[in-house]
């Protein structure tokens, strides 16, 4: 049985900082793109960063400079530093765990259950 499993999210102010921890079970985690998504209410579920399975990180804009997305394929965990929160980064976050073949050809994707992040005074 696949679980990804999030957790640190939680509410804080303005220019604070959390970090969300996802930790697998149930997939060979090292062989696995891993991501963070956030989604708004009434959005669609976007992209907020990725790390491939050797450890290549990727941001969208608007975390670029703040958060720091990190895997540790030993503990088949995953985390996102988030600094310098800002109100808008209030969302759910979801972790996201993709396996491809070579050429990109997708094969599996699992969800965690989300984790509620709140940047608020």
């Known amino acids: 049985q696949v679980q990804l499993v999030e957790s640190g999210g939680g509410l804080v102010q303005p220019g604070g900082s959390l970090r969300l921890s996802c930790a697998a079970s149930g997939i060979n985690f090292s062989a696995y793109i891993m991501g963070w998504y956030r989604q708004y209410p009434g959005k669609q579920r976007e992209l907020v960063a990725g790390?491939?399975?050797?450890?290549?990180?990727r941001y969208v804009d608007s975390v670029k400079g703040r958060f720091t997305i990190s895997r540790d394929n030993a503990k088949n965990t995953m985390y996102l530093q988030m600094n310098s929160l800002k109100p808008e980064d209030t969302a759910v976050y979801y972790c996201n765990a993709d396996l491809t073949t070579s050429i990109g050809t997708p094969l599996r994707r699992y969800w965690g259950q989300g984790i509620q992040v709140t940047v608020s005074s």
């Open positions: 790390i491939t399975s050797n450890g290549s990180p």
